[in-house]
């Protein structure tokens, strides 16, 4: 357990000091508005919407993601947390917006081709309640997400 924390924290470190020496692209690019719009409608759509059948075409099989609050998680664990704690109650409903403001863009580039992508942005999570006015919960610090 000490050599996988050793490592996800080296790791978390090499990235956030890689997106300080590599150059972002620009915010009128082709490539920082198409993950602007993709992730504004991956998040709209799987998470704020719970439209799991999209967020399941889109998920890959093998993924490995990590949640602050409770580790590691698959595939099968991902969806299943999603639909207990995101889409089990309609009248109860956590929902997630970006702040525009804060996305940046870095690509990634093998021999001069790009191959992906990271993103880096802040957002807020809200609590959406049937007949009351939405409210902020927490803006979690320096998310990223690779495409």
Same mark, same amino acid.
Request: charged share 25%; with cysteine.
């Given at each position: $357990? ?9 790791? $978390? ?7 300080? @020496?590599?150059?972002?692209?620009? /915010? ?14 991956? =998040? ?16 890959? #099989? ?5 949640? #602050? ?24 409903? %956590?929902? /997630?917006?970006? #702040?525009?403001?804060?996305?940046? @863009? =870095? %690509? ?6 790009? +191959? *992906? ?8 999570? +809200? ?5 009351? %006015? $939405?409210?902020? /919960?927490?803006? %979690?610090?320096?998310? $990223?997400? *690779?495409?």
């Amino acid at each position: $357990m000490k050599i996988t924390k050793f490592i996800i924290s080296h790791l $978390m470190l090499t990235c956030v000091g890689l997106l300080q @020496v590599c150059a972002q692209v620009g /915010r009128d690019s082709e490539l920082f508005h198409t993950l602007k719009k993709q992730d504004s409608i991956f =998040f709209a759509r799987g998470f704020n919407q719970c439209d799991l059948t999209y967020l399941e075409a889109r998920i890959a #099989d093998d993924l490995k993601f990590y949640h #602050d609050q409770s580790g590691f998680q698959d595939k099968t664990s991902f969806f299943e947390n999603t639909r207990k704690y995101i889409c089990s109650n309609p009248d109860i409903k %956590p929902i /997630r917006k970006v #702040d525009g403001n804060s996305l940046e @863009v =870095f %690509p990634l580039y093998n021999n001069g081709t790009l +191959y *992906g992508a990271i993103q880096k942005g802040k957002h807020d999570f +809200y609590i959406r309640e049937k007949g009351k %006015p $939405m409210s902020k /919960r927490a803006r %979690p610090c320096l998310p $990223m997400f *690779g495409w």
